[in-house]
């Protein structure tokens, strides 16, 4: 597997955001860009908890980092901070912004035996104060007003329909498996 460093953050992670600070802040900022599309990099968000308003989901205390990896044939796996991955959402020709990602939201709630998982499409992603935040499309599955630990699958760049997916494998008929480990 080939492990990637990170760039600095560029301190861009609010709607409303400034140019990328210096020249090798931009090139960095482009190079990290050019190689998520490259090897159709997926990425993972974890967060403490979340909180569900108006179309709205909050991650709470999110993980300073977004890991992102690619299967085969590059088996890529690396990670970058969550305010730089903020920062890359409307960057580029198959940005997220242009083409919002389809998402998994795997979470815990309280009292829950079984993790919960709910598909959506993301957008408008604001980080501050130590929480995340998306307006979301919810494709499939309920949202919980609130939950507990929480882990977001995020689909590459302009490829929400990848049947690689993360929200692509939730889309699959499920199958039931019996104790033999076989489908029934």
């Known amino acids: 597997m080939t492990q990637t460093g990170l760039p600095p953050a ?41 909180t569900v308003k108006e179309g709205v989901v909050a991650l ?6 977004t890991l992102y990896f690619a299967d085969r044939p590059e088996r890529v796996v690396g990670h970058v901070h969550t305010e730089t ?15 919002p990602p389809n ?12 993790l919960g998982d709910v598909v959506v499409v993301l957008s408008e992603p604001i980080l501050d104060a130590g ?8 494709l499939d599955g309920e949202l919980p ?3 507990g630990p929480c882990v977001l699958f995020i689909d590459p760049f302009g490829r929400p329909l990848s049947p690689t997916s993360a929200s692509g494998v939730a889309r699959r008929p499920r199958r039931r498996f019996s104790g033999s480990g076989r489908p029934r």
């Open 103 to 114: 998402a998994v939201l795997s979470f815990s709630e309280p009292g829950m035996a079984a």
């Open 10 to 50: 560029t301190g861009r992670h609010r709607r409303e955001r400034d140019e990328p600070a210096g020249r090798e802040a931009a090139e960095m900022t482009k190079d990290l860009e050019t190689l998520l599309e490259d090897i159709d990099a997926m990425f993972v968000q974890n967060a403490h908890g979340l």
């Open 60 to 65: 709470h205390e999110p993980s300073p980092s």
């Open 145 to 147: 007003p609130v939950a």
């Open 131 to 138: 929480t995340l935040q998306y307006t979301v499309e919810v």
């Open 85 to 99: 991955f903020v920062d890359l959402w409307d960057e580029g020709e198959n940005s997220f912004a242009e083409d």
